[in-house]
């Protein structure tokens, strides 16, 4: 036992990474367990919009891993996905599917790949911070069990929501740096921002709110005027980076939402999508109706208990986290009035994403407050072994309730078991189409179904069997007569072309955001296509100059910062 002790304290970060390689296994094995589980919403939604990227990955289309617009999926429309919703941290989940070749294996993978990233991202940053293996290791393994993190991979399967656990850590590690230790190394803060940026736009709501707010540790660190000017020039610095390496994304998102004047994105009631008290603090398991999961779960009920007890034990950092615990727990429960605030703000969709940064504080907090509990090695093993088999039984259980509630009331969940060549088929098959344009929503059945008839009433015009071109899609427009404004099937954004019989037109947009030709008698052939805009080379341009940058700037940078625990970093005490 001694050896074995004297082992893992030697080889203590290759230990916990072996630890969280077997849990984050060890955790999706009731899924791999007989047949695949298809899920009508979330998860159809993300495999289908991944699906572009695997089918140009199988094609040898390694240049277009991420196209602007999709056009073998969301109703070959030449729909513009990723120009608001893009999938670069999404690709390994098609790699993989690729090698594979078993879509719902594949995906397994994938979320055994995120809950070891999420363990990872949490112990790395916890221990840097703490200097605690204690803590590092139990805030990992209550931030890898959260409730927040198995709701929305199990329950709701919106992976990327999933995915944004993995970059908190990373950021607010950022920050910690840039206003309290060393601020050097801002350019942290900046690639945990991109990536979360490039993961889940509405989550980077959430976190900018959390890292304003952490300006406060300026405050309570009690600097001289110019430490504060310079950590805050450092800051903006941050700032400035963050949208000089995702600009390629953000300029043309912005242009085409402005363009937009609004998307069809759901829109739902913030109050009424808050969480109740009681809700959130004793709503274990996961049940059928995911919104119905959000809350702290067995491991933020753990949490709390801990935080409660070492709280006067904390320093002064921690005790300012624990004041932004309960502001963030306030902002996502249904004591904030967000009746005040739900035109403006209605983009965010639910305030029950601020757990988000919950489950985070609560994980970060209460590992530091064991640090103080457990001062024996003895207890410390015990314990861990004793933590991880209840959270690893709660989760095994949870998942086998979810798998025989889906077998058991197929019609009235989200979910139902089928076999693998159907999920393979059916779970990219979604047509969610939340990025259109706000006026374009009431002709998407017409758009969904190429109906060109529908779309020009009394006109006596037909479009034969459409053919998918890479970024584009061609039609034969058949015509009795010459029509001088005949309503096509497809949206309009900056980037849009249109060529009739070869020739490319300047196409006229109506009063929905579609395309308007003039069409002839006879047979046209008519090729909608999407070709790169000037402002997103300009901005690419800029984003890769700015990669080139940082990269180097880090180079040359880490052979002159040996710590994070130097002569401009002050501890807070």
């Known amino acids: 036992m001694n050896a074995f002790k004297r082992i893992i304290k030697k080889y203590y970060m290759i230990s916990a990474t ?4 077997a849990l984050s296994l060890l955790i999706v094995l009731p899924y791999l367990y007989g047949r695949p589980i298809a899920n009508i919403y979330d998860l159809q939604f993300h495999l289908t919009r991944l699906q572009e990227t695997f089918l140009n990955m199988k094609n040898g289309d390694i240049l277009n891993l991420v196209p602007d617009v999709s056009t073998m999926t969301f109703g070959s429309i030449v729909y513009p996905q990723n120009l608001f919703y893009p999938v670069y941290t999404l690709i390994p989940e098609a790699l993989i599917h690729l090698l594979i070749g078993n879509a719902w294996i594949s995906y397994i993978l994938f979320i055994s790949l995120v809950n070891f ?11 840097k911070i703490t200097e605690s293996k204690v803590a590092a290791l139990f805030s990992a393994l209550l931030y890898g069990f959260t409730q927040f993190e198995l709701t929305y991979v199990f329950v709701k399967q919106d ?23 060393n601020y050097r190394r801002w350019y942290i803060l900046s690639i945990g921002m991109t990536l979360l940026i490039f993961t889940h736009i509405i989550s980077v709501f959430m976190v900018t709110i959390f890292i304003v707010l952490l300006f406060g540790l300026l405050i309570i660190n009690k600097l001289t005027k110019r430490e504060v000017f310079v950590r805050t020039s450092y800051f903006v610095l941050s700032g400035i980076v963050t949208i000089l390496l995702s600009i390629f994304f953000l300029g043309p998102l912005v242009n085409n939402y402005l363009y937009a004047g609004g998307i069809t994105v759901t829109k739902w009631n913030l109050y009424l999508s808050t969480v109740n008290i009681q809700q959130a603090l004793f709503n274990f398991l996961p049940s059928s109706n995911g919104e119905t999961t959000i809350g702290v779960g067995v491991s933020g009920l753990m949490s709390l208990i801990i935080i409660f007890s070492t709280f006067r034990k904390f320093n002064v950092l921690f005790k300012y986290l624990t004041g932004m615990l309960i502001v963030f727990f306030i902002l996502s429960s249904n004591l904030f009035p967000w009746q005040i605030f739900n035109q403006k703000l209605e983009f965010i969709q639910s305030p029950w994403r601020f757990f988000l940064i919950v489950c985070y504080l609560l994980a970060l907090i209460s590992g530091y407050g064991l640090a103080f509990l457990l001062k024996k090695d003895s207890s410390i093993v ?12 709660s989760f095994t259980a949870a998942n086998m309730y979810i798998k025989q509630d889906a077998a058991d009331k197929p019609n009235e969940v989200k979910s139902f078991v089928t076999n693998y060549k159907f999920f393979e088929k059916f779970e990219v098959k979604s047509t969610i189409l939340d ?9 998407a059945g017409n758009l969904l179904n190429h109906s060109i008839s529908g779309l020009n009433k009394g006109k006596n015009i ?6 998918i071109t890479k970024n584009g899609v061609k039609y034969n427009a058949i015509s009795s007569k010459n029509y001088s404004k005949i309503i096509l099937p497809n949206i309009y954004y900056p980037g849009y072309h249109v060529q009739i019989n070869g020739r490319e037109i300047k196409p006229k947009i109506n009063n929905d955001k579609l395309l308007v030709v003039p069409i002839k008698n006879g ?20 984003s890769v100059i700015s990669w080139i940058g940082i990269i180097i700037f ?7 910062i040996k710590s994070d625990i130097d002569f401009i970093h002050r501890k807070i005490e």
């Open 18 to 21: 072996f630890l969280f390689l």
């Open 523 to 542: 047979n046209n052939k008519v090729h909608v296509y999407y070709l790169k805009t000037n402002l997103q080379i300009v901005t690419l341009c800029i």
């Open 554 to 560: 880090i180079s040359v940078m880490k052979y002159r």
């Open 159 to 181: 992976i990327a929501q999933a995915m944004a656990l993995i970059f908190v850590p990373v950021i607010f590690y950022g920050a910690y740096l840039i206003f309290v230790g």
């Open 117 to 127: 990233l999420i363990f990872m991202s949490m112990f790395v940053t916890t221990l």
């Open 382 to 393: 015990a314990t861990a072994m004793l933590v991880v088999f209840i959270l690893v039984s």
């Open 435 to 443: 990025y259109l344009p706000s006026k374009t929503g009431n002709q």
């Open 462 to 467: 037909r479009l034969s069997k459409y053919e």
